[in-house]
Protein backbone atom coordinates (compact mmCIF):
# COMPACT_ATOMS: atom_id res chain seq x y z
CA UNK A 1 0.00 0.00 0.00
CA UNK A 2 1.10 3.23 -0.83
CA UNK A 3 0.65 6.95 1.11
CA UNK A 4 -1.73 7.50 -2.12
CA UNK A 5 -4.18 5.16 -1.48
CA UNK A 6 -5.32 6.88 1.90
CA UNK A 7 -4.29 10.52 1.76
CA UNK A 8 -6.14 13.39 1.91
CA UNK A 9 -6.27 15.19 -1.07
CA UNK A 10 -8.35 18.36 -0.53
CA UNK A 11 -5.87 19.76 2.00
CA UNK A 12 -6.94 22.87 4.22
CA UNK A 13 -3.52 25.04 4.13
CA UNK A 14 -2.51 28.58 5.21
CA UNK A 15 -0.13 30.65 3.67
CA UNK A 16 2.93 33.36 3.77
CA UNK A 17 3.16 35.86 4.80
CA UNK A 18 0.33 35.34 7.54
CA UNK A 19 0.03 35.94 10.82
CA UNK A 20 -1.23 33.94 13.85
CA UNK A 21 -4.72 35.02 14.10
CA UNK A 22 -4.79 33.40 10.56
CA UNK A 23 -3.96 29.95 11.81
CA UNK A 24 -5.66 30.23 14.63
CA UNK A 25 -9.28 31.13 12.55
CA UNK A 26 -8.32 28.40 9.90
CA UNK A 27 -8.19 25.76 12.99
CA UNK A 28 -11.51 26.96 14.46
CA UNK A 29 -13.53 26.92 11.01
CA UNK A 30 -12.10 23.41 10.21
CA UNK A 31 -11.65 21.92 13.75
CA UNK A 32 -8.11 20.74 13.03
CA UNK A 33 -4.94 21.14 15.15
CA UNK A 34 -2.16 21.58 12.12
CA UNK A 35 -1.83 23.03 8.99
CA UNK A 36 0.82 22.72 5.95
CA UNK A 37 2.34 26.54 5.07
CA UNK A 38 2.46 27.27 1.45
CA UNK A 39 3.82 30.70 0.06
CA UNK A 40 1.23 32.49 -1.36
CA UNK A 41 -0.25 32.50 -4.24
CA UNK A 42 1.27 28.94 -5.22
CA UNK A 43 1.15 25.20 -3.59
CA UNK A 44 4.58 25.20 -3.09
CA UNK A 45 5.04 23.86 0.53
CA UNK A 46 7.22 26.00 3.08
CA UNK A 47 6.70 24.98 6.39
CA UNK A 48 3.72 23.38 8.68
CA UNK A 49 2.23 24.87 12.07
CA UNK A 50 0.48 23.12 14.81
CA UNK A 51 -1.46 23.95 17.86
CA UNK A 52 1.59 23.35 20.22
CA UNK A 53 3.85 25.68 18.08
CA UNK A 54 1.32 28.15 18.67
CA UNK A 55 1.54 27.77 22.43
CA UNK A 56 5.65 27.08 22.71
CA UNK A 57 6.22 30.67 20.80
CA UNK A 58 3.41 32.52 22.34
CA UNK A 59 4.47 36.42 21.88
CA UNK A 60 5.08 35.22 17.92
CA UNK A 61 2.22 36.54 15.48
CA UNK A 62 4.03 35.93 12.03
CA UNK A 63 3.42 32.72 10.42
CA UNK A 64 6.96 32.64 9.53
CA UNK A 65 8.15 32.83 12.74
CA UNK A 66 5.95 30.18 14.05
CA UNK A 67 5.90 27.47 11.41
CA UNK A 68 8.28 25.06 11.62
CA UNK A 69 10.65 25.11 8.05
CA UNK A 70 11.69 22.64 5.81
CA UNK A 71 9.12 19.83 7.24
CA UNK A 72 10.08 16.25 6.60
CA UNK A 73 7.58 15.38 3.79
CA UNK A 74 6.80 11.87 2.08
CA UNK A 75 5.31 11.69 -1.69
CA UNK A 76 2.30 10.07 -3.20
CA UNK A 77 4.03 6.80 -4.05
CA UNK A 78 6.42 6.20 -0.72
CA UNK A 79 5.27 3.13 0.95
CA UNK A 80 2.84 3.47 3.61
CA UNK A 81 5.39 1.51 5.86
CA UNK A 82 7.73 4.00 5.35
CA UNK A 83 5.31 7.04 6.33
CA UNK A 84 4.16 5.33 9.19
CA UNK A 85 7.96 4.24 10.90
CA UNK A 86 8.49 8.48 10.11
CA UNK A 87 5.21 9.16 12.04
CA UNK A 88 6.37 6.51 15.12
CA UNK A 89 10.24 7.90 15.10
CA UNK A 90 9.12 11.37 14.93
CA UNK A 91 6.39 11.37 16.94
CA UNK A 92 4.42 13.49 13.94
CA UNK A 93 0.71 13.11 14.06
CA UNK A 94 0.60 14.16 10.06
CA UNK A 95 2.86 14.64 7.27
CA UNK A 96 2.58 16.58 4.05
CA UNK A 97 2.66 14.67 0.39
CA UNK A 98 4.38 16.57 -2.48
CA UNK A 99 4.85 16.27 -5.57
CA UNK A 100 8.46 18.51 -6.64
CA UNK A 101 7.98 20.75 -4.12
CA UNK A 102 3.92 20.90 -4.40
CA UNK A 103 1.89 19.98 -1.82
CA UNK A 104 -0.91 17.49 -3.24
CA UNK A 105 -1.95 16.38 0.36
CA UNK A 106 -1.60 15.12 3.54
CA UNK A 107 -1.76 11.80 5.58
CA UNK A 108 -2.43 11.88 9.35
CA UNK A 109 -2.93 9.15 12.08
CA UNK A 110 -6.34 8.39 11.59
CA UNK A 111 -5.59 8.06 7.86
CA UNK A 112 -2.95 5.27 8.31
CA UNK A 113 -5.30 3.54 11.49
CA UNK A 114 -8.35 3.57 9.01
CA UNK A 115 -6.36 2.07 6.03
CA UNK A 116 -4.80 -0.74 8.28
CA UNK A 117 -6.22 -1.56 10.97
CA UNK A 118 -10.14 -0.43 10.77
CA UNK A 119 -10.86 -3.18 8.88
CA UNK A 120 -8.16 -6.00 9.93
CA UNK A 121 -9.83 -9.45 10.26
CA UNK A 122 -7.06 -10.16 13.65
CA UNK A 123 -8.32 -7.11 15.26
CA UNK A 124 -11.73 -7.16 14.86
CA UNK A 125 -12.03 -8.94 17.92
CA UNK A 126 -8.71 -8.37 19.89
CA UNK A 127 -9.47 -6.03 22.62
CA UNK A 128 -7.87 -2.71 23.84
CA UNK A 129 -6.81 -3.52 27.37
CA UNK A 130 -3.67 -4.71 26.88
CA UNK A 131 -2.98 -1.29 25.04
CA UNK A 132 -4.09 1.50 27.60
CA UNK A 133 -1.88 4.01 29.12
CA UNK A 134 -2.02 3.53 32.77
CA UNK A 135 -0.33 6.32 33.61
CA UNK A 136 -2.79 8.71 34.08
CA UNK A 137 -2.54 12.94 34.56
CA UNK A 138 -5.04 14.00 37.09
CA UNK A 139 -5.84 16.72 39.06
CA UNK A 140 -8.23 18.20 41.12
CA UNK A 141 -10.93 20.06 38.54
CA UNK A 142 -10.91 23.65 41.04
CA UNK A 143 -7.21 23.80 40.31
CA UNK A 144 -6.90 27.36 38.34
CA UNK A 145 -6.70 26.97 34.52
CA UNK A 146 -2.95 28.05 33.91
CA UNK A 147 -1.73 25.94 36.49
CA UNK A 148 -3.70 22.49 35.00
CA UNK A 149 -1.40 23.99 31.72
CA UNK A 150 1.77 23.82 33.28
CA UNK A 151 0.93 20.13 35.42
CA UNK A 152 -0.31 18.61 31.39
CA UNK A 153 3.35 20.61 29.79
CA UNK A 154 5.39 19.16 32.46
CA UNK A 155 3.85 15.50 32.64
CA UNK A 156 4.20 15.60 28.45
CA UNK A 157 0.47 14.86 27.68
CA UNK A 158 -1.09 16.19 25.71
CA UNK A 159 -4.45 16.06 28.34
CA UNK A 160 -5.43 16.04 31.56
CA UNK A 161 -8.29 14.14 33.73
CA UNK A 162 -9.94 16.39 36.10
CA UNK A 163 -11.32 14.80 39.45
CA UNK A 164 -13.73 16.08 42.21
CA UNK A 165 -13.67 15.69 45.80
CA UNK A 166 -14.77 12.27 45.94
CA UNK A 167 -11.96 10.96 43.65
CA UNK A 168 -14.56 10.45 40.86
CA UNK A 169 -14.22 11.77 37.17
CA UNK A 170 -15.50 14.82 36.36
CA UNK A 171 -14.43 15.73 33.64
CA UNK A 172 -11.07 16.19 30.60
CA UNK A 173 -9.42 18.92 29.29
CA UNK A 174 -6.79 18.91 25.97
CA UNK A 175 -4.09 21.19 24.32
CA UNK A 176 -7.32 22.18 21.29
CA UNK A 177 -8.91 23.31 24.18
CA UNK A 178 -5.98 25.81 25.83
CA UNK A 179 -5.71 27.51 22.53
CA UNK A 180 -9.43 28.46 22.50
CA UNK A 181 -9.48 29.81 25.93
CA UNK A 182 -6.33 31.25 26.06
CA UNK A 183 -7.84 34.37 23.34
CA UNK A 184 -10.43 35.02 25.42
CA UNK A 185 -8.47 37.35 27.85
CA UNK A 186 -6.34 39.87 27.22
CA UNK A 187 -2.86 41.17 28.77
CA UNK A 188 -4.17 44.80 30.01
CA UNK A 189 -6.85 42.87 32.20
CA UNK A 190 -4.01 40.16 33.34
CA UNK A 191 -1.76 42.84 34.91
CA UNK A 192 -4.78 45.11 36.00
CA UNK A 193 -5.94 41.92 38.23
CA UNK A 194 -2.83 40.46 39.24
CA UNK A 195 -0.10 43.36 39.50
CA UNK A 196 1.68 42.81 42.75
CA UNK A 197 1.18 40.81 45.62
CA UNK A 198 -2.72 40.29 44.90
CA UNK A 199 -4.49 38.39 47.49
CA UNK A 200 -6.58 36.82 44.53
CA UNK A 201 -3.59 34.84 44.13
CA UNK A 202 -5.12 32.10 46.60
CA UNK A 203 -3.09 28.91 45.13
CA UNK A 204 0.20 30.15 46.47
CA UNK A 205 2.39 31.74 43.39
CA UNK A 206 3.64 34.86 43.59
CA UNK A 207 1.96 37.43 41.17
CA UNK A 208 5.71 37.98 39.14
CA UNK A 209 5.46 34.20 38.65
CA UNK A 210 2.35 33.60 37.41
CA UNK A 211 2.19 37.03 34.77
CA UNK A 212 5.33 35.09 33.62
CA UNK A 213 3.26 31.44 33.75
CA UNK A 214 0.30 33.83 31.89
CA UNK A 215 2.60 34.90 29.10
CA UNK A 216 3.76 31.56 28.17
CA UNK A 217 0.18 30.18 28.51
CA UNK A 218 -0.99 33.05 25.82
CA UNK A 219 -3.10 34.81 28.72
CA UNK A 220 -5.00 32.16 29.90
CA UNK A 221 -8.08 32.97 32.09
CA UNK A 222 -7.31 32.51 36.04
CA UNK A 223 -10.15 30.32 36.53
CA UNK A 224 -11.01 26.92 37.55
CA UNK A 225 -10.78 24.25 35.28
CA UNK A 226 -14.06 22.91 36.27
CA UNK A 227 -15.86 26.17 34.15
CA UNK A 228 -13.92 24.88 30.60
CA UNK A 229 -13.41 20.95 30.61
CA UNK A 230 -14.81 19.22 28.65
CA UNK A 231 -18.16 17.26 30.85
CA UNK A 232 -19.29 14.66 27.96
CA UNK A 233 -16.66 12.42 27.81
CA UNK A 234 -16.33 9.59 24.96
CA UNK A 235 -14.91 6.50 26.81
CA UNK A 236 -14.43 3.36 25.87
CA UNK A 237 -14.27 -0.54 27.48
CA UNK A 238 -11.49 -2.25 28.10
CA UNK A 239 -13.29 -5.05 26.23
CA UNK A 240 -13.76 -2.91 23.16
CA UNK A 241 -12.26 -4.25 19.77
CA UNK A 242 -9.36 -2.29 18.27
CA UNK A 243 -11.75 -1.81 15.28
CA UNK A 244 -14.58 -0.44 17.16
CA UNK A 245 -11.45 1.93 19.02
CA UNK A 246 -10.21 3.31 15.19
CA UNK A 247 -13.79 3.90 14.22
CA UNK A 248 -14.35 5.91 17.29
CA UNK A 249 -11.84 7.97 16.89
CA UNK A 250 -12.45 8.61 13.30
CA UNK A 251 -16.03 9.07 13.59
CA UNK A 252 -15.84 11.66 16.75
CA UNK A 253 -12.71 13.49 14.95
CA UNK A 254 -10.88 12.84 18.57
CA UNK A 255 -6.97 11.50 19.31
CA UNK A 256 -7.69 10.28 22.46
CA UNK A 257 -10.12 8.72 25.06
CA UNK A 258 -10.40 7.29 28.34
CA UNK A 259 -10.25 3.91 28.93
CA UNK A 260 -13.00 2.13 32.17
CA UNK A 261 -12.57 -1.35 33.51
CA UNK A 262 -15.76 -3.50 33.62
CA UNK A 263 -16.79 -2.70 36.45
CA UNK A 264 -16.54 1.32 35.11
CA UNK A 265 -13.64 2.42 36.97
CA UNK A 266 -10.99 4.45 35.09
CA UNK A 267 -8.35 2.29 33.69
CA UNK A 268 -6.14 5.07 31.92
CA UNK A 269 -5.94 6.42 28.58
CA UNK A 270 -5.35 5.84 24.96
CA UNK A 271 -4.00 7.76 21.82
CA UNK A 272 -4.30 7.08 18.30
CA UNK A 273 -0.64 7.63 18.21
CA UNK A 274 -0.50 4.66 20.73
CA UNK A 275 -1.94 2.38 17.89
CA UNK A 276 1.25 3.32 14.87
CA UNK A 277 3.26 0.75 16.20
CA UNK A 278 0.52 -2.15 16.06
CA UNK A 279 -0.09 -0.61 12.00
CA UNK A 280 3.60 -1.14 11.69
CA UNK A 281 3.28 -4.80 12.31
CA UNK A 282 0.59 -5.70 10.21
CA UNK A 283 2.28 -3.66 7.36
CA UNK A 284 5.01 -5.58 8.37
CA UNK A 285 3.18 -9.06 8.04
Do not use: H
Amino acid sequence: MMVKDCMQSDVIYVTVPGTREDVLQMMAEKQINGLPVVKKGTKTLVGIVTRTDLLKKADENQLAMLMVRDPITVTPRTDLKTATKIMIENNFRRLPVVEKDQLVGLISVPDILGAVLEGDEKYSSKEIGEFVSRGILAVWDQTPLPLTYMIMDMGEKNSLVLINEGGGVSGMITVSDYIRLSEVTVEDNVSKTFSGQDSAVEWGWTSKDFLVVTKKLLKLPNIPVSQAMTKNIISMSEVSTISELVRTFREEEIDQLPVLSATGDLMGMIEDKDLLKMALEVQSD
